[in-house]
């Protein structure tokens, strides 16, 4: 039986050799590429931690932190912006802004149920305040995962910060119940 098994691969190797039988690695049919790539896409779609890796290429090409900005031009602001805008937040580390776009852009291009949706600061803004500060409260949980995460990777998100700054006061509360 084992000398049978030995036989086939070597007839195997034989066809690739002769050309009779593509290479799946140096010629990869577009089929096979395909089966692959949706294979890659779909692992990725379901992997919680992939904004660990913000500058890294996804399945679909550039990376989170690219297709955010590519998403975003130059004058558009987006809710990340604003609250990067904010006083607490301006000793923020770029890892921390970052991973924050990683986090952001991979929940929406996972479509994952806590997505910030929307992300560009001129719609939020037309929002009731209600809506707004739930934003605020989806992208706080975001920010605050993180947060945690760098630190437990010793690094220093918002410098002399033990916790995240808050990104909505009690007042805001307030505020958003009154409308």
Do not use: C
């Not at 690739?16 to 990725?44: H, K, N, V, Y």
């Not at 605050?144 to 220093?156: A, K, L, T, Y």
């Amino acid at each position: 039986m084992q000398n049978g098994t030995v036989q086939n691969a070597m007839k195997t190797q034989d066809r690739m050799r002769d050309g009779t039988m593509p290479d799946p690695i140096e010629d990869p049919t577009p089929e096979r590429a395909s089966r692959f790539l949706a294979g890659e896409q779909a692992r990725w779609e379901t992997d919680q931690s992939v904004w660990q890796h913000p500058h890294e290429t996804t399945p679909y090409g550039p990376s989170l932190v690219e297709t955010f900005e590519a998403a975003h031009p130059d004058g558009e602001v987006t809710v990340i912006d604003l609250m990067l805008g904010l006083d607490q937040y301006q000793g923020a580390s770029q890892d921390f802004e970052d991973h924050l776009i990683g986090i952001v852009q991979s929940r929406a291009m996972q479509l994952a149920r806590d997505r910030v949706e929307p992300v560009e600061a001129e719609k939020l803004l037309r929002l009731p305040q209600r809506a707004q500060l739930r934003v605020f409260e989806k992208l706080t949980v975001l920010a605050e995962q993180v947060f945690d995460w760098m630190r437990s990777q010793g690094m220093d998100p918002v410098p002399g910060a033990a916790s995240l700054p808050p990104l909505v006061t009690e007042a805001d509360r307030k505020r958003a119940a009154q409308d």
